[in-house]
């Protein structure tokens, strides 16, 4: 598997330097009242996380993208080690960011204190960025559209390829949005999403978006130091947005993303437990399947521990994620 080592080793040095500014970073939250603000719609239990610093995404983002730029920017060994193809996800990432921090401080500080942006405004940004980001994957890339298991052709979407992987795109970034509720789940989960494509990535021989993963992998590890329960940080949309859009560009360049829903299956599961509750209680005209919504929440609801939430779900993580490993490259 060409590429391994290094990105093994890019993802060590991502750890380090997600875990070494991640206590100034904290301190600078703190300093300017960069505080979590508690939704009426959560559970009481959570009453005790506000102020908590939010934002905490940025304690990624910033070692994710020196280590794209820079340490991939330089030869090494004679091997030119960076592709202009990394710059889509990494512009996913950024791009999603900025939505997600606009929606953190109107949150905290905005005339919607407490809210955050609207859900319109919020989606109608989501698919501007996702158009721009497909349209890119299609016509500037030309990435396989989808692999079918057990052939080496890719499928051709033709036109409709734009609209399939817009959804993608938007759905991720939200899946990954709502599974941000309960402290460490949102890390642990993308960590272990990211680490299955990056291993697809590098069998594929796709080595740069491999290491573009596996330093997305160890800046969590990084930030999963201080997110884990009681968290003394929290990633907000800033880092839940930019995760889920930045995974789904991942699964959308290497052509696999048939299994997407599985190898992500927590996110997924998150997404589809609050479009089932909506559309129930619309129906219904009040009545709820699940306690609360996202699905973690209703866990809560029934008197599971955070930390019992954060390790069975990432049990489950897990063995989705092994499993659509095995499937994508089944013969």
């Given at each position: 598997m060409r590429g391994f080592s290094l990105a093994i080793a890019i993802s060590g040095l991502a750890f380090l330097l997600s875990t070494i500014w991640g206590e100034p970073?904290?301190?600078?939250?703190t300093k300017f009242n960069i505080g979590k603000r508690i939704k009426e719609d959560q559970p009481a239990t959570h009453r005790k996380k506000e102020d908590t610093p939010t934002m905490g995404g940025f304690m990624f983002l910033v070692p994710i993208t020196l280590l794209t730029v820079i340490l991939n920017a330089v030869s090494l060994f004679g091997s030119k080690l960076i592709g202009s193809s990394i710059l889509v996800p990494l512009g996913a990432?950024?791009?999603?960011?900025?939505?997600?921090?606009?929606?953190?401080?109107?949150?905290?500080?905005?005339?919607?204190?407490?809210?955050?942006?609207?859900?319109?405004?919020?989606?109608?940004?989501?698919?501007?960025?996702?158009?721009?980001?497909?349209?890119?994957?299609?016509?500037?890339?030309?990435?396989?559209?989808?692999?079918?298991?057990a052939s080496d052709s890719p499928l051709d979407f033709g036109w409709a390829y734009i609209p399939v992987a817009m959804i993608i795109i938007?759905?991720?970034?939200?899946?990954?949005?709502?599974?941000?509720?309960?402290?460490?789940?949102?890390s642990i989960i993308s960590m272990t999403a990211f680490g299955?494509?990056?291993?697809?990535?590098?069998?594929?021989?796709?080595?740069?978006?491999?290491?573009?993963?596996?330093?997305?992998?160890?800046?969590?590890?990084?930030?999963?130091?201080?997110?884990?329960?009681?968290?003394?940080?929290?990633?907000?949309?800033?880092?839940?947005?930019?995760?889920?859009?930045?995974?789904?560009?991942?699964?959308l360049m290497t052509g696999r993303w048939l299994f997407l829903p599985l190898i992500a299956i927590i996110p997924t599961a998150e997404l589809l437990s609050?479009?089932?509750?909506?559309?129930?209680?619309?129906?219904?005209?009040?009545?709820?399947?699940?306690?609360?919504?996202?699905i973690h929440h209703h866990f809560e609801e029934i008197n599971w521990?955070?930390?019992?939430?954060?390790?069975?779900?990432?049990?489950i993580e897990l063995v989705g994620a092994m499993l659509g490993l095995s499937l994508t490259f089944i013969r």
């Open positions: 970073f904290i301190q600078l939250l990432l950024w791009a999603f960011a900025i939505i997600g921090a606009i929606d953190d401080w109107e949150g905290i500080r905005g005339a919607r204190k407490g809210l955050g942006m609207t859900a319109r405004t919020k989606f109608i940004l989501q698919v501007i960025a996702a158009f721009i980001l497909a349209y890119a994957m299609k016509e500037l890339l030309q990435v396989p559209h989808m692999f079918w298991p938007v759905g991720m970034a939200n899946a990954v949005n709502f599974t941000d509720g309960v402290d460490g789940l949102a299955i494509y990056g291993i697809i990535a590098l069998i594929q021989g796709q080595v740069y978006l491999g290491r573009f993963c596996f330093s997305v992998v160890g800046a969590l590890a990084g930030f999963l130091w201080y997110n884990s329960n009681p968290a003394r940080l929290f990633m907000g949309d800033t880092g839940s947005q930019a995760l889920g859009a930045s995974l789904a560009v991942v699964a609050v479009i089932i509750q909506v559309s129930y209680f619309k129906i219904t005209k009040g009545k709820r399947v699940f306690k609360r919504t996202p521990t955070e930390s019992q939430i954060v390790i069975r779900f990432w049990i």
